[in-house]
T-cell receptor, first 117, second 112 residues
Framework: GAVVSQHPSRVICKSGTSVKIECRSLDFQATTMFWYRQFPKQSLMLMATSNEGSKATYEQGVEKDKFLINHASLTLSTLTVTSAHPEDSSFYIC?????????????FGDGTRLSIL | KQEVTQIPAALSVPEGENLVLNCSFTDSAIYNLQWFRQDPGKGLTSLLLIQSSQREQTSGRLNASLDKSSGRSTLYIAASQPGDSATYLCAVRYTGRRALTFGSGTRLQVQP
């Protein structure tokens, strides 16, 4: 069964809306979660690394004020796309890692398809 | 720059064929390498994980190899089936990094 749950799976909303996406680890404690973005027919690009209890680390070119990340517990990280615009439309997907068992596969959520009208 | 490249970008084969997908990486200092499957509009399903110290991993009809010195990994799919049609992604965890670096994927179509 799924070990990482991501919600919602699809969002369609108007330009200017803020959208929150949740990523949960279901049966393990995720010391670290990652947020990726995938454009059509392209690969996954890392946006930021979310660390429990501390600030997220953003990749170069990713606006931290645009993509707010909160990792308040060992099982939940949220990504909020603030004041979303059509160019933010994409497939967002999270993964989770337990550093204690870092030699295990990284598991991914099912992704969130975000469409901004 | 630490990159991952996959060839071919797309592949179409008749059912029953054995096939090989290729992945190359630019830095041999890797922690592990993971192969994923992605169906259209869906998330990622982990297929195989190869640790840096390993040469290959097998799961059912899938076999993945790793050659760090040449910076290559291959995913071998035996007796392909239409249900194998998907995009296959190779991802490397480079030493010193926790996140994965992904290749651009190989879109596989298995014709019945």
């Amino acid at each position: 069964g799924a070990v990482v749950s991501q919600h919602p799976s699809r969002v369609i909303c108007k330009s200017g809306t803020s959208v929150k996406i949740e990523c949960r680890s279901l049966d393990f404690q995720a010391t670290t979660m990652f947020w990726y973005r995938q454009f059509p027919k392209q690969s996954l690009m890392l946006m930021a690394t979310s660390n429990e209890g501390s600030k997220a680390t953003y990749e170069q070119g990713v606006e931290k004020d645009k993509f707010l990340i909160n990792h308040a517990s060992l099982t939940l990280s949220t990504l909020t796309v603030t004041s979303a615009h059509p160019e933010d439309s994409s497939f967002y997907i999270c993964s989770a890692l337990d550093e204690v068992y870092s030699n295990q596969p990284q598991h991914f959520g099912d992704g969130t398809r975000l469409s901004i009208l | 720059k630490q990159e991952v490249t996959q060839i071919p970008a797309a592949l179409s084969v008749p059912e029953g064929e054995n096939l090989v997908l290729n992945c190359s990486f630019t830095d041999s200092a890797i922690y592990n390498l993971q192969w994923f499957r992605q169906d259209p509009g869906k998330g990622l399903t982990s297929l195989l994980l190869i640790q840096s110290s390993q040469r290959e991993q097998t799961s059912g009809r899938l076999n993945a190899s790793l050659d760090k010195s040449s910076g290559r990994s291959t995913l071998y799919i035996a007796a392909s089936q239409p249900g194998d049609s998907a995009t296959y992604l190779c991802a490397v965890r480079y030493t010193g990094r926790r996140a994965l670096t992904f290749g651009s994927g190989t879109r596989l179509q298995v014709q019945p």
